[in-house]
């Protein structure tokens, strides 16, 4: 392949010298990145630091009647063993709820467990040492004894009157449930020519960082501050988390955080382990580090997904849908997590379900339950890949029904693209969708007709192959309404900073965070083309409560469309307030000049009047030849929330081209298209990334991932051998086009992109699997991971 | 009962180390935790994610599933000792360039599994790169930009030799 820049597309209102919109600009951090010379929290190494391990619950539920830790303390190396109830005293439990989700429940969660262990991985003792392999020798030393308790595993049965209630003060093992109507779902139903109805069931999988959580502690008494270094998405969110539970002024806590290892919604909650941490530095008075390791990994980080969807589709002979229902049920282990909560995925499913299409009747069931299985929470594109296999099987089954081909079915009923703005049936709200406009993109990219006759040609010789499409929505850029209404001091507004540095190049510190998305590169480009400099002027400093404005961080696909809008609005009031300086020096009227290449030149001619350099020389260090009265204003910072919308809702379609080989059911992935509308696209090459990645994580969770439980809640695959992730050689090849409707809530009108991968992937990849089996009579497999077995049984081979 | 403690002799990107090691120890901890050379990743310590990649004696390995121990009197590379020979210079650019990384957390070790493929000089296939990486896990980009990368740097040392 070749590697090319493009070049940029004429954006009038951004077509400025310096424009960056619009462009794959190479992101700035990556050197230290290929060379080995990044700095992950898992290599943080701090003066007296000591290392945490775990010992954890082998049971899924178990009263804890006594922990003997005398011999562990005399081991090596050992400097201190702690129980939940000693670590009580330091950190108080948090319940995992939220107002506006009406009704969600949950107990109270320690950091470690005081009396009772309610998922198997659970942390029962901490033992700190001079290193992580002494504790672990410590962690070997300490008994526990267990009096097991029956584990609440099944959560079809869950809220069954014989079933153990797990925590008796809740009443029953309900967390959360949402009930929705709209519409005249009985009358679509009754109505309908015909009603297809299915059960889908979603696997439990999780998100295999490949960075394990990491975190570093250092309670420092002389300062009485704690300055934590953490893996997270959220740093200001972890910032008021840690003050509150440790009884500290939030202005006592720095949380900074450097290169992160992978996060995909793994790192945006708070985990009890991590709480632990915090809470061990302020009682030993030293810094401690804990880095999960890959089996603490699979028993710990959050979960996701499993949900069971039982669902049917209305529709007509000439396809038109009349109607929708779900009814969903989820396990989310014994708590729901902290401050999100593990009710907005089945919430989502709820909102999104039947999304992309014109039927207003709806209606839906979501309930959340309780189990002793490890805790489920928010993973990259909550929600939207079960709404949209739900949806999008269903479409397709009726299609097969109906005899209709199933981009046509979806022509004839997607939003059309002059219908906005709108309403969904769950009262979503879209600003400005192109499903159509897509739909044909996607139809040409991919040569739809040429494959369907390729598909044919090579039934005839026994090959089978299929093609499934996935139509989206994603939520992006969401405003207060997804957590702050809930009372989550979880921020939805973000900062930006920029300051002209000395030599006339431009600083910009940023609320919203990196984890590899590209989030400097994309804050760079907004700035470096609003202040008007080349982008190798601009320098972004990320990832710490001391020195960022206070901001949400990245998740939810907000950090281009959030952060990077506040880093433009910053960059054209720092090119203001250089302009004042400017004009003030020059004696010319602020608005005959501009920055142009990091020059101040006469607007009208280009003419170069003044270097940023002597600017900022001049503002610096001679400020006494300015006019009296003239204050030099260097720094600038700017706020930005989406206000007119809820969230920018976001669309897109895929499609999956597979290989089912009938004798050993193995799917080989042939290729994979996208074409998905994020509104106006920043970097157009870390936009395609974060699609590819994306659907590759969507691939994983069709195919393969899948975290097995048996019916003690004891999880069998808790590895990287058993529990199987997509590696290189099993992908396909990605295509991805784009339409673009810019939402007119911000001046650069961008939308999220981070999600769209996940949402449709898996969805699109059933399809595929299922249009190949159907010609040989094999049921529809509505339960992912599609698996080897799965589809062999489908066929009745085994 | 065996020693636990042995003396090695480690050259260590072109150093000569000489240090006191627990035979627990595997040499990717080696790295990290005593030389203080943390470029080589620990994901899985179980040698399936390859995050640990690194060079013993020209050939690479598991850090995680080779004991420093049996490092004595090995030649060892790490990214740092391979970034700062320039020997793949070109592949670090083409994967800045080609963003075939976002959290870089994989990128040491499928850099280092990447030249030992391209040593060859041959042009790989892509089929034959996403083989050659089958061992090396990434969660982020979904492996395609790395093939672009690892294809763009074979075909341009090809020509460049030719």
């Given at each position: 392949?070749?590697?090319?820049?493009?070049?940029?597309?004429?954006?009038?209102?951004?077509?400025?010298?310096?424009?960056?919109?619009?462009?794959?600009?190479?992101?700035?951090?990556?050197?230290?990145?290929?060379?080995?010379?990044?700095?992950?929290?898992?290599?943080?190494?701090?003066?007296?630091?000591?290392?945490?391990?775990?010992?954890?619950?082998?049971?899924?539920?178990?009263?804890?009647?006594?922990?003997?830790?005398?011999?562990?303390?005399?081991?090596?190396?050992?400097?201190?063993?702690?129980?939940?109830?000693?670590?009580?005293?330091?950190?108080?439990?948090?319940?995992?709820?939220?107002t506006h989700l009406k009704g969600i429940k949950s107990a109270p969660q320690h950091?470690?467990?005081?009396?009772?262990?309610?998922?198997?991985?659970?942390?029962?003792?901490?033992?700190?040492?001079?290193?992580?392999?002494?504790?672990?020798?410590?962690?070997?030393?300490?008994?526990?004894?267990?009096?097991?308790?029956?584990?609440?595993?099944?959560?079809?049965?869950?809220?069954?009157?014989?079933?153990?209630?797990?925590?008796?003060?809740?009443?029953?093992?309900?967390?959360?449930?949402?009930?929705?109507?709209?519409?005249?779902?009985?009358?679509?139903?009754?109505?309908?020519?015909?009603?297809?109805?299915?059960?889908?069931?979603?696997?439990?999988?999780?998100?295999?960082?490949?960075?394990?959580?990491?975190?570093?502690?250092?309670?420092?008494?002389?300062?009485?501050?704690?300055?934590?270094?953490?893996?997270?998405?959220?740093?200001?969110?972890?910032?008021?988390?840690?003050?509150?539970?440790?009884?500290?002024?939030?202005?006592?806590?720095?949380?900074?955080?450097?290169?992160?290892?992978?996060?995909?919604?793994?790192?945006?909650?708070?985990?009890?382990?991590?709480?632990?941490?915090?809470?061990?530095?302020?009682?030993?008075?030293?810094?401690?580090?804990?880095?999960?390791?890959?089996?603490?990994?699979?028993?710990?980080?959050?979960?996701?997904?499993?949900?069971?969807?039982?669902?049917?589709?209305?529709?007509?002979?000439?396809?038109?849908?009349?109607?929708?229902?779900?009814?969903?049920?989820?396990?989310?282990?014994?708590?729901?997590?902290?401050?999100?909560?593990?009710?907005?995925?089945?919430?989502?499913?709820?909102?999104?379900?039947?999304?992309?299409?014109?039927?207003?009747?709806?209606?839906?069931?979501?309930?959340?339950?309780?189990?002793?299985?490890?805790?489920?929470?928010?993973?990259?594109?909550?929600?939207?890949?079960?709404?949209?296999?739900?949806?999008?099987?269903?479409?397709?089954?009726?299609?097969?029904?109906?005899?209709?081909?199933?981009?046509?079915?979806?022509?004839?009923?997607?939003?059309?693209?002059?219908?906005?703005?709108?309403?969904?049936?769950?009262?979503?709200?879209?600003?400005?969708?192109?499903?159509?406009?897509?739909?044909?993109?996607?139809?040409?990219?991919?040569?739809?007709?040429?494959?369907?006759?390729?598909?044919?040609?090579?039934?005839?010789?026994?090959?089978?192959?299929?093609?499934?499409?996935?139509?989206?929505?994603?939520?992006?850029?969401?405003?207060?309404?997804?957590?702050?209404?809930?009372?989550?001091?979880?921020?939805?507004?973000?900062?930006?900073?920029?300051?002209?540095?000395?030599?006339?190049?431009?600083?910009?510190?940023?609320?919203?965070?990196?984890?590899?998305?590209?989030?400097?590169?994309?804050?760079?480009?907004?700035?470096?083309?609003?202040?008007?400099?080349?982008?190798?002027?601009?320098?972004?400093?990320?990832?710490?409560?001391?020195?960022?404005?206070?901001?949400?961080?990245?998740?939810?696909?907000?950090?281009?469309?959030?952060?990077?809008?506040?880093?433009?609005?910053?960059?054209?009031?720092?090119?203001?307030?250089?302009?004042?300086?400017?004009?003030?020096?020059?004696?010319?009227?602020?608005?005959?000049?501009?920055?142009?290449?990091?020059?101040?030149?006469?607007?009208?001619?280009?003419?170069?009047?003044?270097?940023?350099?002597?600017?900022?020389?001049?503002?610096?260090?001679?400020?006494?030849?300015?006019?009296?009265?003239?204050?030099?204003?260097?720094?600038?910072?700017?706020?930005?929330?989406?206000?007119?919308?809820?969230?920018?809702?976001?669309?897109?379609?895929?499609?999956?081209?597979?290989?089912?080989?009938?004798?050993?059911?193995?799917?080989?992935?042939?290729?994979?298209?996208?074409?998905?509308?994020?509104?106006?696209?920043?970097?157009?090459?870390?936009?395609?990334?974060?699609?590819?990645?994306?659907?590759?994580?969507?691939?994983?969770?069709?195919?393969?991932?899948?975290?097995?439980?048996?019916?003690?809640?004891?999880?069998?695959?808790?590895?990287?051998?058993?529990?199987?992730?997509?590696?290189?050689?099993?992908?396909?090849?990605?295509?991805?086009?784009?339409?673009?409707?810019?939402?007119?809530?911000?001046?650069?009108?961008?939308?999220?992109?981070?999600?769209?991968?996940?949402?449709?992937?898996?969805?699109?990849?059933?399809?595929?699997?299922?249009?190949?089996?159907?010609?040989?009579?094999?049921?529809?497999?509505?339960?992912?991971?599609?698996?080897?077995?799965?589809?062999?049984?489908?066929?009745?081979?085994? | 009962?065996?020693?636990?403690?042995?003396?090695?002799?480690?050259?260590?990107?072109?150093?000569?180390?000489?240090?006191?090691?627990?035979?627990?120890?595997?040499?990717?901890?080696?790295?990290r935790e005593t030389l203080s050379l943390t470029g080589s990743h620990v994901g899985?310590?179980?040698?399936?994610?390859?995050?640990?990649?690194?060079?013993?004696?020209?050939?690479?390995?598991?850090?995680?599933?080779?004991?420093?121990?049996?490092?004595?009197?090995?030649?060892?590379?790490?990214?740092?000792?391979?970034?700062?020979?320039?020997?793949?210079?070109?592949?670090?650019?083409?994967?800045?360039?080609?963003?075939?990384?976002?959290?870089?957390?994989?990128?040491?070790?499928?850099?280092?599994?990447?030249?030992?493929?391209?040593?060859?000089?041959?042009?790989?296939?892509?089929?034959?790169?996403?083989?050659?990486?089958?061992?090396?896990?990434?969660?982020?980009?979904?492996?395609?930009?790395?093939?672009?990368?690892?294809?763009?740097?074979?075909?341009?040392?090809?020509?460049?030799?030719?």
């Amino acid at each position: 392949m070749k590697i090319t820049d493009d070049l940029p597309p004429g954006l009038t209102a951004l077509d400025r010298p310096n424009s960056y919109i619009g462009r794959s600009v190479p992101r700035p951090n990556l050197a230290r990145l290929t060379q080995g010379r990044a700095q992950f929290v898992s290599d943080v190494v701090l003066p007296r630091m000591a290392h945490v391990a775990f010992v954890r619950s082998p049971h899924a539920h178990a009263r804890i009647t006594a922990i003997e830790t005398a011999t562990a303390r005399k081991a090596p190396g050992v400097i201190a063993v702690v129980t939940g109830a000693e670590l009580a005293k330091v950190i108080t439990p948090w319940v995992g709820v939220l107002t506006h989700l009406k009704g969600i429940k949950s107990a109270p969660q320690h950091a470690i467990a005081v009396e009772r262990a309610c998922w198997q991985g659970e942390a029962v003792c901490a033992v700190v040492a001079r290193s992580r392999a002494e504790a672990e020798d410590g962690c070997a030393l300490i008994e526990v004894s267990y009096e097991e308790l029956p584990a609440v595993t099944d959560a079809e049965t869950a809220l069954d009157p014989a079933t153990p209630v797990i925590h008796p003060a809740l009443g029953d093992n309900l967390t959360f449930e949402r009930v929705h109507s709209a519409g005249n779902p009985d009358q679509g139903f009754a109505e309908a020519d015909a009603v297809v109805e299915a059960t889908f069931v979603f696997g439990r999988h999780t998100g295999v960082t490949n960075e394990p959580r990491a975190i570093v502690a250092d309670w420092n008494p002389g300062e009485q501050r704690l300055t934590v270094y953490h893996g997270t998405q959220a740093p200001h969110m972890m910032q008021n988390l840690f003050a509150k539970h440790l009884g500290l002024e939030e202005h006592q806590v720095r949380v900074i955080t450097k290169d992160v290892g992978g996060s995909f919604g793994i790192k945006v909650h708070t985990y009890a382990d991590e709480m632990a941490v915090v809470a061990l530095s302020k009682l030993l008075r030293r810094p401690i580090k804990f880095v999960a390791d890959r089996i603490e990994s699979f028993v710990t980080d959050i979960h996701a997904r499993d949900h069971r969807v039982t669902a049917k589709i209305g529709v007509n002979k000439d396809g038109t849908i009349t109607a929708f229902e779900i009814d969903d049920l989820t396990g989310i282990g014994p708590y729901s997590v902290y401050p999100r909560t593990s009710g907005i995925e089945a919430n989502q499913i709820v909102n999104l379900t039947g999304g992309p299409y014109t039927c207003l009747n709806y209606r839906a069931r979501a309930r959340v339950v309780f189990q002793n299985k490890n805790v489920m929470c928010q993973y990259r594109a909550v929600g939207h890949p079960i709404a949209t296999a739900v949806t999008e099987g269903l479409v397709e089954l009726a299609a097969a029904k109906l005899g209709i081909d199933p981009l046509e079915l979806r022509r004839r009923n997607l939003i059309p693209d002059d219908g906005y703005p709108c309403s969904g049936a769950s009262g979503i709200k879209f600003e400005q969708l192109s499903h159509h406009e897509c739909l044909a993109h996607l139809d040409a990219m991919m040569n739809y007709a040429g494959l369907r006759a390729e598909q044919a040609r090579l039934r005839e010789r026994g090959i089978h192959r299929g093609i499934g499409f996935a139509s989206f929505i994603e939520v992006t850029n969401p405003s207060a309404a997804f957590y702050g209404v809930g009372g989550a001091r979880i921020s939805s507004q973000d900062g930006a900073t920029v300051r002209l540095d000395a030599t006339g190049a431009v600083i910009c510190h940023t609320g919203v965070t990196e984890q590899g998305q590209g989030t400097e590169a994309v804050v760079a480009q907004c700035v470096a083309t609003a202040f008007g400099v080349p982008i190798e002027r601009v320098r972004v400093i990320t990832g710490d409560t001391d020195n960022t404005p206070y901001g949400g961080g990245t998740w939810a696909s907000r950090a281009a469309g959030i952060g990077g809008e506040a880093a433009w609005q910053a960059g054209k009031a720092l090119r203001g307030n250089v302009l004042a300086v400017a004009a003030s020096i020059l004696q010319a009227a602020p608005a005959m000049l501009d920055i142009r290449n990091g020059v101040v030149v006469d607007a009208d001619s280009g003419r170069e009047r003044l270097g940023l350099d002597e600017v900022a020389r001049i503002a610096y260090f001679r400020p006494d030849t300015l006019p009296p009265g003239f204050q030099a204003e260097l720094m600038a910072t700017r706020h930005y929330v989406p206000r007119a919308w809820p969230f920018a809702f976001t669309n897109g379609i895929q499609a999956s081209y597979v290989e089912v080989d009938v004798d050993s059911g193995f799917v080989t992935l042939l290729k994979h298209w996208c074409v998905e509308d994020c509104g106006t696209v920043i970097n157009p090459q870390l936009v395609d990334e974060q699609i590819r990645g994306g659907i590759v994580q969507g691939i994983g969770a069709a195919l393969f991932e899948h975290c097995l439980y048996d019916e003690r809640g004891q999880l069998l695959n808790g590895n990287m051998a058993d529990y199987l992730v997509p590696m290189a050689a099993e992908m396909p090849d990605i295509e991805v086009g784009h339409v673009v409707s810019p939402t007119a809530d911000s001046e650069l009108g961008a939308k999220g992109a981070g999600e769209a991968g996940t949402a449709g992937a898996p969805g699109a990849v059933m399809n595929a699997v299922n249009d190949a089996l159907r010609p040989l009579g094999a049921p529809a497999i509505t339960a992912m991971p599609l698996t080897p077995e799965r589809i062999l049984r489908a066929l009745g081979k085994v | 009962m065996s020693e636990r403690f042995h003396q090695v002799t480690i050259t260590v990107n072109g150093e000569a180390v000489r240090e006191r090691v627990d035979a627990r120890q595997t040499i990717v901890d080696f790295l990290r935790e005593t030389l203080s050379l943390t470029g080589s990743h620990v994901g899985c310590e179980h040698g399936v994610c390859g995050a640990c990649t690194l060079r013993v004696d020209g050939v690479i390995v598991r850090g995680c599933l080779m004991l420093a121990v049996q490092c004595d009197g090995a030649r060892v590379e790490t990214i740092e000792g391979v970034s700062d020979a320039g020997e793949i210079a070109d592949l670090q650019a083409a994967f800045e360039k080609r963003n075939a990384l976002q959290c870089g957390f994989c990128t040491p070790g499928m850099l280092l599994a990447a030249q030992e493929l391209l040593r060859s000089g041959r042009v790989p296939s892509r089929e034959e790169i996403r083989t050659h990486l089958s061992g090396n896990y990434c969660r982020c980009t979904g492996y395609q930009a790395i093939v672009d990368a690892i294809e763009s740097v074979a075909q341009h040392r090809a020509g460049a030799q030719r």
